[in-house]
């Protein structure tokens, strides 16, 4: 969900910091047992920093931010990012490096024209490792 989601879930209207309005939502709702909050601070229509953060009751993990500097295509992002969440969830070590590899994911697919992300795991990797080449690594 996103920050204006959870608020719609709990019927408020009152901006709260992510880790209060997750941790509402557990409270709120027993049988959920992580929130997940993507979030987009748009600069202009085509300018974002991205980034995400999960409440498992455990703990509240936020995601390292990425700056997009032209999206070429927001639709399908979201998607991305809940693949990346559960690819990380399965095949990564722990729920830090999922995060970042869910948010890396959304943000690779503001790269890619269309409304499926055809980005590989490696690439995403290559974001998250921050190389900068600035080769075209598909």
């Known amino acids: 969900a996103n920050e204006e989601h959870l608020r719609m879930v ?6 709260a910091p992510l880790p209060e309005l997750s941790e509402a939502v557990l409270n709120a709702y027993s049988g959920v047992k992580a929130v997940i909050v993507s979030v987009r601070e748009s600069r202009s229509a085509s300018q974002f920093r991205c980034s995400a953060c999960l409440n498992d009751r455990d703990q509240f993990v936020t995601s390292r931010e990425f700056d997009i500097a032209q999206a070429v295509d927001r639709i ?28 890396a994911s959304s943000c690779f697919k503001h790269s890619i024209p269309g409304d499926f992300c055809r980005a590989t795991v490696e690439e995403v990797q290559v974001l998250l490792r921050g190389e900068k080449g600035g080769r075209i690594q598909r």
Request: avoid cysteine; proline fraction near 3%.
């Open 10 to 15: 709990l019927g408020s209207t009152a901006p």
């Open 76 to 103: 399908g992002s979201g998607d991305a990012f809940a693949a990346g969440l559960i690819y990380g969830w399965n095949r990564l070590s722990g729920r830090q490096e999922a995060l970042d590899f869910a948010a």
